[in-house]
T-cell receptor, first 115, second 112 residues
């Protein structure tokens, strides 16, 4: 199993550009999410999905869109990039919600710089 | 407002000694707590967890203690090894809730 994969690993954008961060998992997990990591802030939840066709907002959703057309894929779209979106982005998935099975598996991350 | 707080940004410990990482939370609905370890340029990896019905969980060199009345948990690493040098995140979730709330992380450096 590849686990959770993310592409690209690095990306530089200019302000106003749009792009999609890709995330895929091969563990048949129902739950997937996107986090951003900023210095001194830990990981903050952007959007999450509890299954194909179902998405919801997390703590910091503004400026980002997601969709979940398949169980495996959960892309994150930046609509119009801003310098404040410079961050490291992590995708994660888990088998279930809450409790014993809420161990989330993380991808290796995408480091995004917006100039 | 952060519901999970790690007030020590960094910790330096000598190899072979104990590392103690602390975490406080404010949401009384949290019932499951996890610790993640993160190396540079990698994603976080699950380390150990504890349910609110327990006050201690042990896995090899790692032990997590939970004090629900104080809304406090700690991670003990004994003995500390150079490979333990990493950022450690405390996380928590509420009953049947997929979402995890993370602390800001503590960077552990193990000195030879």
């Amino acid at each position: 199993n590849a686990g959770v994969t993310q592409t690209p690993k690095f990306q530089v954008l200019k302000t106003g550009q749009s792009m999609t961060l890709q995330c895929a998992q091969d563990m048949n997990h129902e739950y997937m999410s996107w986090y951003r990591q900023d210095p001194g802030m830990g990981l903050r939840l952007i959007h999450y999905s509890v299954g194909a066709g179902i998405t919801d907002q997390g703590e910091v959703p503004n400026g980002y869109n997601v969709s979940r057309s398949t169980t495996e894929d959960f892309p994150l779209r930046l609509l119009s990039a801003a310098p404040s979106q410079t961050s490291v982005y992590f995708c994660a998935s888990s088998y279930s919600a809450g409790g014993l099975y809420n161990e989330q598996f993380f991808g290796p991350g995408t480091r995004l710089t917006v100039l | 407002d952060q519901q999970v707080k790690q007030n020590s940004p960094s910790l330096s410990v000598q190899e072979g000694r104990i590392s103690i990482l602390n975490c406080d939370y404010t949401n009384s609905m949290f019932d499951y707590f996890l610790w993640y370890k993160k190396y540079p340029a990698e994603g976080p990896t699950f380390l150990i967890s504890i349910s609110s019905i327990k006050d201690k969980n042990e896995d090899g060199r790692f032990t997590v203690f939970l004090n629900k009345s104080a809304k406090h948990l700690s991670l003990h690493i004994v003995p500390s090894q150079p490979g333990d040098s990493a950022v450690y995140f405390c996380a928590a979730s509420a009953v049947n809730d997929y979402k995890l709330s993370f602390g800001a992380g503590t960077t552990v450096t193990v000195r030879a």
